[in-house]
């Protein structure tokens, strides 16, 4: 039952196969006996669950079910939930239990959906490991020494191992991508603006966006059906029509165009990962699709504006931490200012304070110009460079990271290093279009993921992409060695 | 761009963050070889390019100044860490 999809669940609820109170119980029966050795779960709500999946029972036999009753799923631990903490990853929520709800979880809870918990990921999103989790690591669930990804590591581990059929996700920087990649499940980044951000704790407002990540396509399809759409509490909300994203899925790929920019595929990049991609191309030619190449020149800058305006962001936001209004205080403060500093530089874990204090210098006093404007110039050109090539093709494919899931500590020491590995996902952010990821291939047991890339709200057309693959293949269905 | 140690305490002071002695020099260390990752965008002639904030050049939207939620300090007070009278508590400013 644990390797179903959302799609053969939501079948096996109307059948009357089982029950969703069935279905959660087995699951909360599963994470209780096997989440230690993953990590992957912040809270559980085993209590909420259960009382979610008997309404949702009820509503099936009083003839009201939608496509979405009854479904367990996990969101990240950055999505606020009223009643249940909210943590954020970091010792600064520990003791935070939301007083509402985001609107993607409200929009979860009036679709019938189960909440099984909050999973595990990087303080405040920030991190590409998960290892900067006040909660410690979660693992990835196809060799526990390596890294899930991150920053939603936690979700990722949570649906490979087989702990939640599907999860929320956030992606500032690569942060559904990538560790979607790493742990060989598919992972959606919608254009900026189709999912509301309110109640998703911010990290860089301009670029934090929701997304689904699930086992397959159609799952995502279904997740984003539930998760889209315009909302007045995001002010950078975007009016525009929800399709149904399951509709299109179905559409064979006779005349696609495929670029493949040559920036995505450097002499440096593992030849595992560039083999294993190709020969996801080959399968996409002979799934009728032409292949051209194109370029994205400005791809180099895409690191370096990053890290300007995502800290800078992040120390505005991360302000509203102060020790006063929620979250963590220091013991015995003597007055105003030890209040703010003790209680920020006790609550904080490194690498938000790190990113705190790039972004509180590149806002300071004399240095806008030089850092966060010229920042904001090179993203246009990131996001011409997208355009121009979108004009020649439909869609854009590439790895997702450079290497497959790397050792546990192995770049903890140097952030920089750490940050050259969403060298592929980060430039999406800036220029606000789609991608997804979904597996394409292995290297030494561990998962390989292929990036689709498409123009802004082309989300239809990336799930119908990825769909096709997975029809056409099994990658998708491998399953970590123990689960 | 080498930062100092004397600059990290500057941006922790304007960041508001506390930061314990022995962890300066690391973190003198690592924002010094982040900032020399940022730098490489300082090569890029950029005179002629608009700054971008958002990919689909939205703007704010502006809403009618009418009063549309209700009070609930109560429930939003009850994750303070501490409050009096519907207010919050912090150490004496004024003497």
Avoid at chain 1, 70 to 77: M, Q, V
Wanted: glycine share 8%.
């Amino acid at each position: 039952m644990f390797d179903k999809t959302l799609a053969e669940l939501a079948q096996g609820l109307e059948n009357g196969d089982f029950s969703s109170v069935e279905l959660t119980q087995a699951y909360l029966d599963r994470i209780n006996a096997e989440d230690g050795k993953y990590n992957s779960y912040i809270t559980v709500t085993g209590e909420q669950a259960l009382d979610q999946a008997k309404a949702a029972d009820e509503t099936r036999a009083a003839g009201n079910a939608g496509a979405f009753t009854g479904l367990p799923i996990a969101h990240k631990d950055i999505f606020c939930t009223e009643g249940v903490r909210t943590s954020c990853a970091s010792k600064m929520l520990d003791n935070f239990i939301s007083p509402y709800n985001a609107t993607v979880v409200n929009k979860f809870n009036a679709a019938g959906a189960v909440m099984l918990g909050k999973t595990n990921m990087d303080e405040f999103a920030m991190g590409s490991s998960n290892e900067s989790s006040f909660y410690g690591p979660s693992k990835n669930p196809w060799d526990t020494d390596r890294v899930p990804g991150g920053s939603s590591g936690g979700s990722a581990a949570a649906v490979a191992a087989q702990l939640a059929p599907a999860a929320t996700g956030t992606d500032t920087g690569g942060s559904i991508r990538q560790p979607a990649a790493l742990c060989g499940i598919t992972g959606l980044k919608p254009t900026y603006g189709r999912v509301s951000r309110f109640g998703m704790i911010a990290f860089a407002s301009s670029l934090d966006q929701g997304g689904p990540m699930t086992r397959t396509a159609e799952d995502a399809a279904m997740m984003l059906n539930v998760m889209a759409g315009f909302d007045l509490n995001d002010s950078t909300s975007m009016q525009q029509d929800v399709p149904d994203y399951t509709a299109d899925l179905s559409k064979p790929l006779a005349g696609l165009k495929i670029g493949l920019p040559k920036e995505f595929f450097p002499a440096d990049l593992s030849p595992a990962i560039a083999e294993q991609v190709q020969n996801a191309i080959k399968e996409y030619e002979a799934l009728g699709a032409t292949v051209k190449e194109v370029s994205l020149p400005n791809t180099a800058l895409a690191i370096p504006a990053y890290y300007i305006i995502a800290p800078s962001e992040a120390s505005s936001n991360l302000s509203r931490f102060d020790g006063v209004r929620y979250g963590y205080r220091c013991e015995s403060p003597v007055d105003l200012e030890d209040l703010y500093k003790r209680s920020r530089g006790e609550g904080f874990g490194t690498e938000v304070k790190r990113r705190i204090m790039v972004g509180a210098y590149a806002l300071s006093e004399g240095f806008y110009d030089a850092y966060y404007k010229k920042a904001q110039q090179i993203r246009r050109l990131i996001k011409q460079d997208y355009v121009n090539a979108l004009n020649e093709v439909d869609v854009i494919m590439g790895p997702t990271t450079p290497h497959p899931a790397f050792k546990l500590g192995e770049k903890t020491s140097d952030p920089v290093a750490m940050y050259m590995e969403d060298i592929f996902t980060i430039s999406l952010n800036l220029a606000g279009m789609p991608g997804i990821s979904i597996p394409c291939g292995q290297t030494e047991g561990l998962p390989v993921g292929l990036q689709i890339i498409g123009n802004y709200f082309a989300e239809a057309k990336l799930l119908n992409v990825a769909h096709q693959f997975q029809v056409a293949t099994d990658w998708h269905k491998k399953t970590p060695q123990g689960i | 761009m080498a930062l100092d140690r004397s600059d990290v305490e500057k941006i922790a002071h304007l960041a508001r963050l506390q930061i314990d002695e022995q962890d300066i020099p690391e973190y003198t260390k690592n924002l010094s070889s982040i900032l020399d990752l940022v730098d490489q965008m300082q090569a890029v002639d950029t005179s002629d390019v608009e700054p971008m904030a958002n990919a689909l050049d939205a703007v704010q939207r502006l809403r009618a100044d009418v009063v549309t939620e209700e009070n609930n300090r109560d429930k939003l007070q009850s994750v303070a860490p501490a409050v009096e009278n519907g207010l919050f508590q912090v150490p004496k400013v004024i003497e």
